[in-house]
C-alpha cells in the first residue's frame, strides 16, 4: 500500500452549522496564509496526499472535506439536496478562519476548480494565485430549460426523501479499491488501495460506505449561466493557472455537447490566464501524474503575483 511521504493531521472548524474536518499539512506561520487545495464531487481532502508527497517545498497546506464529503458533518437536520453557493460561502468561512486578511493560493480540482474560479472572482482580494485543474463549468443552457429542471429537481428530492439515489456499499475496502480502478485505469494498485481508507470507512453492518452524501446526487434546480459565469471570470484579479489533462474528460462526458475548445474559448475571459496540459492523465490528474502536477504547480506559485 502507498505510504505517505508527508504526515497530515485532521483538525474540526465550526462552520455554518457544519463540524468541518480541515486536514493539514505543516505548520502555522504567523504572517504566512495557507496553500489551500479543495477537491472535487465526490472525492475527498486526502486525495491530494500523492501531489503534497511531490511538492519540493515546505508548505502550510489545509484542504478541507466539502459539505456532505468526507468527515465534514452537519450539526443539525440531514439536508436533502445541496446549492453550490454555499461552497464558496463555506470557503469564505474557512479562510477568514485560517488566513484572516492575507491572501491565499488557492488550488480546485474538478467541482473544486469551479467553486475557485467563482470564488475568485466574487472575492478578488483574497487570492495570491488560483491554479483550476479540470475545472470546466457546465454546458451552456437556455432559459426555456429553467421549467423542467425545477421540475426535476422537485422529483429527484422527492426520491432522497424516499431513500432512493443511495451510493453504493462496498463488502470490503478491496471492493472500493477495484472501484477506484475501475473509474480511473490509470490509478495504481498502491494507490487505490490506500485512497480507499480515505474514499469509505466500514459501517455497523462491516461493509464499507462512501464518505459522500448521496443527496449530492440531486440535479441542481438551477440552470447553468454562462453569461454569469464569464461575468464573474473577468473580475479575478489574480493570475490564473488551467490546467487540463491529456485525456479529454469532456468528450469522454458530454459527447459533443460541450466541448474542450468551448472550455478554451470562455476561460479567455480570465485577464491573466497560463494553460499547461499534463500527458498520461485523466480528469484524475493528481492521481495519474502527481510529480508533474506538483512541479507545474510550485512553478506558477512562485511567479509574482
Known amino acids: 500500500m502507498y505510504q505517505a511521504q508527508r504526515a497530515s493531521r485532521s483538525e474540526f472548524v465550526p462552520v455554518r452549522n457544519l463540524s468541518y474536518h480541515v486536514r493539514v499539512w505543516g505548520e502555522r506561520s504567523?504572517?504566512?496564509?495557507?496553500?489551500?487545495?479543495?477537491?472535487?464531487?465526490?472525492?475527498v481532502a486526502a486525495s491530494w496526499q500523492f501531489v503534497v508527497d511531490a511538492l519540493q517545498t515546505e508548505r502550510w497546506i489545509i484542504a478541507p472535506?466539502?459539505?456532505?464529503?468526507?468527515?465534514?458533518r452537519l450539526e443539525g437536520p440531514a439536508v436533502d439536496s445541496y446549492w453550490f453557493p454555499d461552497y464558496m460561502a463555506d470557503l469564505d468561512a474557512l479562510l477568514d478562519h485560517y488566513a484572516g486578511e492575507h491572501k491565499v493560493d488557492l488550488v480546485g480540482h474538478s467541482m473544486g476548480g469551479n467553486i475557485?474560479?467563482?470564488?475568485?472572482?466574487?472575492?478578488?482580494?483574497?487570492?495570491?494565485?488560483l491554479v483550476n485543474l479540470e475545472g470546466f463549468g457546465m454546458p451552456e443552457t437556455r432559459p426555456a430549460q429553467a421549467p423542467g429542471r425545477y421540475a426535476q429537481w422537485m422529483d429527484?428530492?422527492?426520491?432522497?426523501?424516499?431513500?432512493?439515489?443511495?451510493?453504493?456499499?462496498?463488502?470490503?475496502?478491496?471492493?472500493?479499491?477495484?472501484?477506484?480502478?475501475?473509474?480511473?485505469?490509470?490509478?495504481a494498485q498502491e494507490k487505490a488501495d490506500w485512497l480507499a481508507r480515505q474514499w469509505a470507512a466500514p459501517n455497523a453492518q462491516g461493509e464499507w460506505d462512501i464518505l459522500g452524501d448521496a443527496a449530492h446526487?440531486?440535479?441542481?434546480?438551477?440552470?447553468y449561466r454562462l453569461d454569469e459565469a464569464l461575468e464573474i471570470y473577468r473580475r479575478i484579479t489574480a493570475p490564473v493557472l488551467s490546467v487540463t489533462a491529456g485525456d479529454d474528460s469532456l468528450g469522454q462526458w458530454w459527447k459533443g455537447s460541450y466541448t474542450l475548445a468551448q472550455y478554451m474559448e470562455r476561460i479567455r475571459a480570465v485577464p491573466r490566464l497560463q494553460s499547461a496540459v499534463v500527458q498520461e492523465a485523466g480528469h484524475m490528474v493528481h492521481h495519474d501524474q502527481p510529480a508533474e502536477l506538483a512541479r507545474l504547480i510550485e512553478a506558477f506559485l512562485n511567479t509574482a503575483p
Open 116 to 129: 475557485a474560479m467563482m470564488y475568485a472572482g466574487v472575492r478578488p482580494q483574497r487570492i495570491e494565485h
Open 65 to 72: 472535506d466539502w459539505r456532505g464529503f468526507g468527515h465534514t
Open 156 to 187: 429527484e428530492i422527492k426520491t432522497v426523501q424516499r431513500g432512493g439515489k443511495a451510493l453504493k456499499s462496498y463488502a470490503d475496502a478491496d471492493g472500493v479499491a477495484r472501484r477506484l480502478m475501475k473509474t480511473n485505469p490509470r490509478l
Open 30 to 43: 504567523d504572517g504566512v496564509a495557507p496553500l489551500v487545495l479543495v477537491h472535487g464531487w465526490m472525492d
Open 217 to 223: 446526487k440531486v440535479t441542481s434546480a438551477h440552470i
